[in-house]
């Protein structure tokens, strides 16, 4: 950027001085609807407005250059902050472009040297708000991200039944994702409370293909390689003809129609005496 624009630009937002960053943080905050706190959003475009002006004293040209920096950083924390308070991608880059709004007046009078600096300025605002909604989109990715996380390990909880007998009671349609938390949660729990026995409950999913049956396989196998022993429950009539119809073999894996039979099999299997009460089945 050539010295005298640099001036040009710089002259634009000391226009007014206190007064023009005052009215961005009115402009802004009246597009917010007052669901942020007037403090905070004055710290945060007092700040930019400063480091803005600061980079174009020092010939920043557009939003990647090495000068904005600063003005990047501050932008980003701006974004992250808006994407996590829930505001929208548009209302996030109102930040940026309402300082153009703001600085409309200069034009009434304006010189030619003025228009075009507000012109070039404009550019440049452009740019910091498309960058303000590419930070902004990044951090809904990763805050949806972490929510499917935390949603899959909620939906997969690992229930102690007995000394030395856990249950993983399985709900929804099981892909490779949840298969593998499962597997993941079910061996910890082994690990962490020493069973031998392990349920996996299939009662709350829907149906089971050759992919959700090869999923369950490769959870019981490697639960045998903790050395426990696995037994699914909640085989219902329709799933068992899936099964058979599918033609998946479950050679040497206890299957059971309840919950409630697989866990006598196991406390069975744990040497745990059941004795049943006079008028209760056995």
Known sequence: ?????????????????????????????????????????????????????????????????????????????????????GFSPSETAMSVFALKRVLEPVLQNGSAETIRAYLQLGRILDGLGLFAIETYTQTRDELITTQAEQLLELSTPVVRLWDGVIAVPLVGTLDSARTQVVMEKLLQALVDTGSEQAIIDITGVPAVDTQVAQHLLKTIVAARLMGAECTVSGISPQIAQTIVALGIEFDGIVTKASLADALKLALRRSGVDMVAHEGVQR
Do not use: C, F, P, Y
């Open 1 to 85: 950027m050539k010295r005298d624009s640099a001036v040009d630009l710089v002259g634009l937002l000391s226009v007014e001085g206190e007064e023009l960053a005052a009215s961005w943080v009115r402009e802004v905050a009246t597009s917010l609807g007052g669901r942020i706190g007037v403090a905070e959003l004055d710290r945060e475009l007092r700040e930019l407005h400063g480091a803005l002006r600061e980079a174009l004293r020092e010939g920043a040209v557009d939003v990647h250059s090495e000068q904005m920096s600063e003005v990047r950083a501050l932008l980003t924390e701006l974004s992250r902050n808006r994407a996590r308070q």
